[in-house]
């Protein structure tokens, strides 16, 4: 005969689930087990482990230990206990709370139709719920997107565009005046230098905010930029939201725009599916508990925090302007900017030396991006083509009755409606002052109708040529917009719907099948 510690745990758990008293229990099935046990020669009640014994008396070694060890290999065959005069001590199996938490939350999860979820998730978003999203969604560094928020926040003097080199001749390139930088790295966390000791308050002159929401940061960046712009149209809700937020500190500027419906359902607008907004409250998730498990670890050495960080991709957004004639990094997680120095004879040499220094600071990284936020090409375009326009009204005005005059009145080219696509009228033009080495010609005594139409022709050229650089940039505005609204389509309920019909007519089974077996 052979007893079994198994047989002692079965009679428990027959005892735990059955509704008779405690007494009629251990009279029924507890007290004929534990005679049987008692009555096995083999029993030793010193032994704290179970080792298999033969009854037929074969030579079995029994591994002895103060303390109970990890569970033998084979433990679903049967061990018993070997005798021993103590007395009775049961062996207590080993317990596993993890995983015995980790089934009872299985078990008390209530088991629901996902169908429904699936659909709902899946299905087309409306515009109101993506203005309701009170989160932040990563946004890409691609100079298109930014053009477009620009646009629909009402900044249209300001254009983004991406700067491929820091020399000299690159920068010198850029569209005049430049206001700022927009540098896009990878960001190594708690190991990322602070230079807390070269970091001031924030003067008054200087509009600053930190970042207090995730995934803010590319915005948090360019309004740093465009509220430091003097001479802009910031439009009517970015005028007021500056307005507002002048006297505050930093961390207060932060809390409202992250709080502004306006400018944060314009940076969600990239995100088209409800998926993605799922995807976004996921992740954040993910990172929150990754944070709460960290602090409950004891801190790694710096050699492993870096290897770490190479291996994580998380990105940061942060800010350089010209302030009132120093240049300044304007970093979000930074609660103080950092005064890099004299703006000197262009602001953009000392940004381009920082921006190099961070660069070769965090050299295992080689994933960089940096952005330029100037003026926009037409306000230029616009103001030289309303000037030039106003120098031909002049000398038609003064000619148009000579017989020699050829060149039609410029107001006959540029209507009304195309001045005002141009953002012009005939009055702004009227009203503008002539440039003074034009007028300085009018008034030689030799200037004559030839003259005047020799200067006329070149006038009537160049109008022609800004005219067209406008309708260029124009097209990549509207290029910038139609990227955004293709982001916005979206077609993923349509392909749901295949999906499932394809899975209802049993094809995409066999599709399925299909690919494993070429595998």
């Known amino acids: 005969m052979q007893f079994s510690l198994l047989d002692y745990t079965d009679t428990l758990r027959r005892i735990d689930a059955s509704s008779l008293s405690v007494t009629q229990c251990f009279s029924i099935y507890a007290l004929p087990t534990f005679a049987a046990l008692m009555a096995t020669p083999e029993y030793d009640a010193g032994t704290r482990l179970m080792s298999p014994v033969s009854i ?57 139709e996902t169908g429904p979820l699936l659909d709902y998730i899946l299905s087309r978003m409306s515009p109101d719920e993506r203005k309701e999203y009170g989160g932040w969604v990563e946004l890409e560094s691609e100079p298109g997107f930014f053009n477009a928020m620009l646009q629909e926040l009402g900044a249209k003097d300001f254009k983004v565009q991406e700067v491929y080199s820091l020399d000299e001749d690159t920068l010198g390139l850029l569209p005049k005046p430049a206001y700022g930088l927009i540098f896009l790295f990878q960001y190594e966390g708690d190991d990322e230098p602070t230079e807390d000791d070269n970091r001031q308050d924030c003067p008054d002159h200087l509009w600053f905010a930190n970042q207090t929401t995730a995934n803010a940061c590319a915005t948090v960046a360019l309004v740093n930029i465009i509220m430091n ?86 990105y940061h957004y942060i800010a350089y302007v010209p302030a009132n004639g120093q240049v300044w990094e304007l970093d979000g997680f930074q609660t103080k900017p950092l005064c890099l120095g004299p703006a000197a004879e262009s602001w953009l040499d000392t940004a381009s030396t920082a921006i190099q220094e961070r660069m070769m600071r965090n050299a295992d990284f080689s994933s960089y991006s940096l952005l330029s936020i100037c003026q926009s090409p037409l306000k230029t375009l616009s103001g030289d083509l309303a000037i030039s326009l106003a120098c031909s009204r002049a000398l038609d005005e003064l000619f148009s009755g000579n017989p020699t005059w050829s060149i039609p009145d410029p107001f006959k080219t540029f209507i009304d409606a195309r001045l005002t696509q141009r953002n012009l009228s005939r009055k702004g033009i009227a009203d503008l002052e002539l440039p003074a080495p034009f007028t300085a010609k009018m008034g030689q005594v030799d200037f004559g109708p030839a003259e005047a139409l020799e200067i006329a022709g070149e006038l009537k050229t160049e109008q022609d040529s800004l005219d067209a650089q406008y309708v260029v940039e124009l097209a990549t505005i509207d290029e910038a917009v139609e990227m955004v609204r293709g982001r916005q389509r979206d077609y993923t309920p349509a392909i749901h719907q295949w999906v499932r019909a394809l899975a209802e007519k049993g094809v995409l089974r066999e599709l399925i099948q299909e690919m494993n077996r070429d595998d």
Request: no cysteine; net charge positive; proline share 4%.
């Open 229 to 314: 712009a003097h001479n802009v149209g910031l439009g009517t809700q970015l005028q007021k939201f500056k307005n507002s937020t002048k006297g505050l500190s930093p961390p207060h500027r932060g809390h409202f725009l992250d709080t502004n419906d306006f400018i944060r359902s314009i940076h969600n607008s990239v995100a088209s599916r409800r998926i993605d907004l799922v995807a976004e409250d996921l992740a954040l998730d993910n990172k929150h508990e990754e944070s709460l498990k960290k602090r409950k670890t004891q801190k790694k050495s710096a050699r492993s925090s870096r290897k770490k960080a190479s291996t994580e991709t998380n």
């Open 56 to 112: 037929d008396g074969d030579n079995i070694s029994t591994r002895r230990s103060s303390r109970a060890k990890k569970a033998p290999a084979k433990y679903d065959e049967e061990y018993v206990i070997p005798a021993h005069k103590a007395p009775i001590q049961f062996a207590i199996k080993q317990t596993r709370p993890k995983r015995k938490a980790a089934e009872a939350a299985t078990q008390s999860i209530i088991q629901e």
